[in-house]
């Protein structure tokens, strides 16, 4: 560690090695400069070798940080990102994606040189991240109050993108599963239904679902209604209309039957795709279907929107152990990120790393990783944070819910 500059040979010969840290086979770069020049000096090594890159530049708020100055005229913001991201595109994998996080100031403009660079074809998604609450000194600018940022997602090319669908946990027991499947495991002609309440009042000792309300009290037994559903998801169903104008022929016919004979329960098996069940005109959809174990206990999840508003920024003050204020980003927000977008053993960029957040989790999500961040706060706040999370000392942030415990290491470079 330390000593005169080297050269890095080989594939990386267009960086030069300061000192490393930890395991010394590792290929994680921490590069302090300017990422323009190193994203170029990254060519050609890692030309089509990244599969996602998160980008959190500046949002020109007209502020000066202690740690960077981000008020610019429009043109010149413009002309600071252009390049660079004209720079990152050929570092991306063909199943690759970038994701831009930003706020208003910037939304338009930044989104008409995203469409220029990679393309309008290869947009995937504006996602909003809700990011505080309408409380504080933001209430009493005209106009609505801001609260969220954006997270301009794009595809290098949208035909090969390899998405990993990600769901978010609902909050509360969705009541539309009201209905109680005796015998999940008979033939669907042998279905009965009753009420859930009901199936649970019984369960639970009870005659009814009155007596139950009375003997444990309303909001006691709703509770209890739904814990026993999540536990026994398999039997616990809703009835849903389909959309008729949205189906095939077949379960259209399956549907006019169905009509007919509303006690029946129709089947229809799809290759590939779970069988489409139908009752009364009804589709049949499973509790099941929707429960997944989070952190150790079943609970509701529903497919990912563009809307996030279930990451928190508050409390994140103390993580990775630096203090980074106003900028820098949660562990949770850049774990859905490479969640959705690569795999172990990926490589990830950030090239405006800031604090270090996005190599802090890339690294505990096992995915290889190169940051870039020209500030002073390289050496203050992401290297001594990522010096931790190597060393398995950093105990915030996403590292109980990966199960890190350390391991690995990088090498700080120069472009
Ligand atoms: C909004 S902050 C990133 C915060 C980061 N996501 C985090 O969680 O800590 C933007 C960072 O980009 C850095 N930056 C700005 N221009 C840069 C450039 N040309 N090259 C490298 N880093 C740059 C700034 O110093 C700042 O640390």
């Known amino acids: 560690m330390g000593g005169a500059p080297e050269v890095l040979a080989g594939p990386l010969g267009g960086l030069t090695r300061v000192r490393a840290h930890g395991d010394p086979a590792a290929e994680n770069l921490l590069v302090h400069g300017d990422n323009l020049e190193a994203l170029a000096r990254l060519r050609p090594r890692f030309d089509g070798a990244i599969r996602c890159a998160y980008l959190d530049p500046p949002y020109n708020t007209g502020r000066t940080f202690a740690e960077y100055a981000d008020a610019r005229a429009p043109a010149e913001w413009d002309a600071m990102m252009r390049p660079r991201l004209a720079a990152l595109r050929p570092l991306l994998a063909d199943d690759g994606a970038v994701f831009v996080e930003i706020d208003d100031t910037q939304l338009a403009p930044l989104t008409l040189l995203m469409d220029a660079v990679f393309g309008a074809h290869n947009r995937v998604s504006t996602i909003t991240i809700v990011r505080s609450a309408p409380t504080g000194h933001k209430a009493i600018n005209a106009g609505p109050v801001h609260v969220s940022d954006f997270l301009l997602v794009y595809a290098k090319d949208k035909k090969k993108w390899r998405y990993r669908p990600q769901v978010r946990v609902r909050e509360g027991f969705d009541p539309a599963y009201s209905t109680w499947l005796e015998d999940p495991d008979a033939k669907p002609a042998r279905w009965r239904f009753r009420p859930l309440r009901a199936a649970v009042a019984e369960a639970l000792g009870h005659p009814t679902a009155r007596a139950a309300t009375r003997a444990l009290g309303r909001e006691a037994f709703v509770a209890r209604v739904h814990a026993h559903a999540l536990r026994k998801a398999r039997h616990v169903v ?94 949770r927000l850049v774990a859905r990120v490479l969640a959705m977008a690569s795999d172990p053993g990926d490589w990830v960029v950030d090239p405006f790393l800031g604090s270090g957040t996005t190599a802090a989790v890339a690294h505990k999500m096992g995915r290889r990783w190169i940051g870039v961040e020209s500030g002073e706060h390289l050496a203050t706040l992401a290297e001594p944070r990522l010096r931790r999370v190597v060393d398995g000392v950093d105990p915030t942030g996403i590292t109980a819910a990966t199960g890190f415990s350390g391991g690995g290491g990088f090498v700080v470079a120069i472009p």
């Not at 099941?288 to 994140?316: C, H, M, S, Y």
């Not at 980074?324 to 562990?331: G, V, Y």
């Open 238 to 331: 809703r009835f849903a209309q389909p959309r008729y104008e949205a189906i095939g022929q077949a379960a259209r016919r399956v549907v006019d039957r169905s009509r007919e004979a509303p006690e029946r329960v129709f089947v229809l098996e799809r290759d590939g795709r779970p069988p489409f069940i139908v009752r009364g005109g009804n589709r049949v959809l499973f509790l099941a279907d929707k429960v997944r174990e989070v952190g150790g206990a079943p609970a509701i999840v529903e497919p990912l929107t563009n809307v996030w508003d279930d990451v928190p920024f508050q409390g994140i003050a103390r993580e990775g152990g630096v203090v980074f204020t106003r900028n820098k980003k949660p562990e």
